[in-house]
Every structure is written in C-alpha cells, then in structure tokens.
C-alpha cells in the first residue's frame, strides 16, 4: 500500500472514532501493515496538521472543539439545524451555538443536501432571536455571510468571493461555505432564527455537481481559532444590524465582488439571462441591468461570468 493511502486510511478511521483510542497494533491488523509503517503514517498526519494524540492506548483524532465555551458539541446528528430547533422551541438563550462533526442529513438550501464528513469541516447553528420586522429577516443571510467571507480572511488570509446573496467561494467558483438561514414566525414577527453554516475545511470527496472546494488545499486551518472568529464577528456586527437592519447592505456591500460585474442569473423557474450585477434594494434583492432593462432579482442562482 503507499504511503498516500495509508494515512489516507488511518485519517478515515481515526475521523470516524473521533476522540476513541485506535492502539497501533489494531490498525495495523486492520490495515495489514506494521506497526512501524502506522507510526510513520501518524508523524506525516500531524505534519499535516491534524490534531492526533498519542498514548499508551493508541493514536486519536483530538475533537478541538469542546473546549470552546457556550458551543454544544455534538460528534454526530442528522441536522444541526433540527437539534437546535428543539432547543430554541424549549426556549434556550439567543446565541445558542449547537456544532456536530458529522452530519448525516445536513441540508442546504432549496432542499439541496450538505455534505458532511466527519471531522471535516465546521457545521454549526447559531440560534437568533432578532426583534426586527419580517420585512428585515431577509437581510440576515446578507449580513452572516459577510461576517463568515471576513472571518475566514481574516483568519485564513485566502481571498474569498462572496455571491449574491451568500455563498463563499474560491477564485474558481468553488464552494467553500454555504449559509441556511430558518426561522419560525410568532403572530407575525419572528419568534427565533436558525443560522446553519457550513464550512468546508478540509478536502472530501465532494460528488462533482458540488463543486466545492476546502480551506486547507489553501493553508491549514485551525478550526477553534477559525470558529471563534466567525461567532465574535457575528455577535459585534449582529448587534448593529439590531440597530439599524441596513448595516447588512453596507456590510455586504464591503466584502462582496459581483457588484459590477457580468452574471448570469438562473431563476428558480428555470429562466435563465445574462446582466450586469448593480446593487442592493433596500430588502436586499439584487438589481440588475439586463438588454431588456432593470430586473430585481428575489430568488435566483447568480454566477460570474468570466
Ligand atoms: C447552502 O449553501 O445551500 C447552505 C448550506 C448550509 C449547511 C449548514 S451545515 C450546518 C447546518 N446544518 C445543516 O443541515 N445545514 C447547515
């Protein structure tokens, strides 16, 4: 077996036991190679950059995550999106944060599912409860995913591109991070807000229509530094938002690169054009010039045209 492919096998056992002991001797049964040819697969896993342990008990994918305050870690669910649910109907506090390793039923937008290998990336539902109008829950999405593009910047140093409204993505369009935003009305006001995030940090194998890519085929990514910075930024720019709702536009409006720029627009109902990308309306739809004048796009697949 190569080297590749041992780690590569060492990596998947050790993410699916996260936090459990794997002895040598157990691998190397497992996998048909010698103790020795595990240690060295472990040595070139930790120049990596991944957080394996050592004992007399073994080798161990270190969950980096527990030891963050306020988040509750969970190694495996189907959704964070539903576990928080759950939590935010029994009343838990505003900033509930619920992240999982793995997720076996993640989901993105327009029904689309979330791929989430364990201890892969970061997946993670922040619990909102905004005391704004409904008219202004839509600007949410706008503002998360410009604290998330800035966080990971800032912490990463990778240049991302931020779409309308909130994908993040690499220099070739690929997905690094998508954002799902859920709510639940009260007498026509929103009673909470599940912001789902999830990032992609490092590589799996992503099926091709997914077009994603992962932070780490840039730089290593320390993912509790990485998550901290992403759940600061948003508590200091959501308090603004609180204030004046609009902050999401001039937020966006600073991290994004489309605005400009020739796209192209699929609507959900399949109509598909070419127009320059303008600006934000007030709810935060997009404006755009086509050939046949102005358009306000609610709802759609934007893409930069090259
Ligand atoms: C998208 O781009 O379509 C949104 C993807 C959102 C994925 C995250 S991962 C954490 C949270 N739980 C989910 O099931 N989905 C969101």
Redesign the pocket.
């Known amino acids: 077996m190569s080297e590749i492919s041992l780690t590569k096998q060492i990596l998947g056992h050790l993410q699916q036991n996260l936090g459990i002991w794997a002895s040598g001797e157990d691998l190397g049964a497992q996998l048909g190679v010698t103790r020795p040819a595990i240690w060295k697969a472990i040595q070139a896993l930790r120049l990596e950059g991944y957080p394996l342990e050592a004992s007399r008990n073994g080798y161990r994918l270190e969950p980096d995550i527990p030891m963050l305050q306020g988040v509750i870690y969970k190694t495996k669910v189907g ?4 576990e928080i649910r759950n939590l935010a109907r029994a009343g838990a506090a505003e900033f509930t944060v619920l992240l ?1 390793e793995q ?1 076996t ?6 029904g ?1 599912p ?1 791929q ?1 290998a364990s201890a892969s990336g970061l ?3 922040i619990l909102l409860r905004p005391n704004i109008a409904l008219s202004n829950l839509g600007l949410l999405p706008l503002l998360i995913g410009a604290c998330v593009a800035k966080s990971i910047e800032l912490e990463t140093s990778i240049v991302t591109q931020l779409k309308w409204s ?2 993040i993505l690499n220099d070739k369009k690929q ?1 690094f ?4 935003l859920e709510s639940e009305l009260e007498d026509g006001v929103p009673r909470f807000a599940l912001v ?3 990032i992609n940090i490092r590589r799996q194998d992503f099926p091709p229509e997914f077009s994603a890519a992962a932070l780490e085929e840039y730089v290593p990514v320390h993912r509790r530094n990485l998550l901290q910075k992403i759940l600061s930024t948003i508590q200091y720019e959501y308090q603004q938002f609180l204030e004046q709702p609009s902050h999401a536009i001039t937020l966006w409006k600073k991290q994004n690169n489309i605005l400009g720029q020739s796209i192209q627009i699929l609507e959900p109902n399949g109509t598909n054009y070419i127009g320059i990308a303008q600006d934000l309306d007030p709810s935060g739809a997009l404006i755009v010039q086509t050939d046949n004048g102005s358009r306000t796009i609610y709802a759609a697949e934007v893409s930069v045209r090259v």
């Open positions: 959704s964070t999106m539903d999982a997720q039923t993640g989901r993105g937008r327009r689309k979330w989430g997946y993670f539902t909130n994908d997905k991070a998508g954002i799902l789902g995030i999830g």
